[in-house]
């Protein structure tokens, strides 16, 4: 990958920092910018446990993917905000699980994009596109999604650290709403958001930094959060904290490291 003068890679500008780069670095992955670790440090001076906080954000992920194929026996899923790819992917773990499953990833980063299609070009299953959250009939349209996921058939729509990064006057509620009523009975939302609550000085301090990027985020109380999931059932045990969600083992990690609330709601079937 070359760079000019500019701060353009391949045409992908590495001077401004994003949500995607700045994840990858915490993650410990290669797939990130100068600009992109120089604004995750900040991060970590104000708030240390982003590290452990974006680890248990993909653990759970991948918990509720396994849950998804394995027990709902969930087939098609649509990951909106997918960010650079790293170990244990949706389709990963989709597949593991049931080898039929498709996956559409989603991301507005170009560099995710490039990135995801070295791994997924040959998998006729998963495919990857550049769209927008904030336009989910872009997405919702688009002919990959289309030629992967029947919206007659029960799915899953995978929200997943992203719903932070649209603010209020987006209407994220409303956006929501658009992608769970093109959902068929029978699917699956799954959510999680970042929240202020529990520490409000580090999480403050990290939404600063955020506000100088691409994306700035928006943190929302338990209550705004668990909105998200109007029209959908709430699975055991509801929204919390994400370490709370199924875990594979006991954990004594506590809410106020992990300032990540998430949930998994499944749309109602008709009678």
Do not use: C
């Amino acid at each position: 990958m070359t760079t000019d003068r500019s701060g353009q890679s391949d045409g992908i500008d590495t001077s401004v920092p994003t949500a995607a780069g700045m994840y990858d670095y915490y993650l410990g992955g290669r797939d990130n910018f100068a600009a992109d670790r120089r604004a995750a440090n900040k991060v970590l001076a104000a708030a240390p446990e982003v590290i452990l906080m974006a680890r248990e954000n993909r653990a759970f992920i991948q918990r509720a993917v396994r849950f998804l194929a394995r027990e709902a026996g969930i087939r098609q899923f649509l990951d909106i905000g997918s960010g650079l790819p790293t170990q244990g992917n949706v389709h990963e773990i989709a597949q593991a699980e049931a080898p039929d499953a498709r996956v559409v990833y989603v991301d507005n980063d170009p560099k995710v994009l490039a990135r995801s299609r070295l791994l997924t070009t040959e998998a006729k299953t998963t495919s990857v596109i550049t769209a927008d959250l904030r336009d989910p009939d872009a997405i919702l349209d688009h002919p990959e999604t289309r030629a992967l996921i029947d919206f007659d058939q029960p799915m899953a729509i995978l929200l997943v650290a992203v719903l932070h990064f649209i603010d209020d006057e987006t209407d994220p509620y409303a956006i929501v709403a658009r992608l769970r009523d093109a959902m068929a009975p029978g699917s699956y939302l799954v959510v999680n958001h970042a929240t202020a609550d529990p520490r409000p000085d580090n999480a403050g301090g990290a939404k600063e930094v955020y506000r100088n990027t691409r994306y700035p985020a928006t943190h929302r109380s338990r209550e705004q959060i668990e909105r998200f999931f109007d029209g959908v059932h709430l699975l055991d045990p509801g929204l919390v904290f994400v370490p709370a969600w199924r875990p594979d083992t006991e954990t004594d990690i506590t809410p106020e490291e992990v300032w990540i609330l998430g949930g998994v709601g499944r749309k109602p079937t008709v009678d």
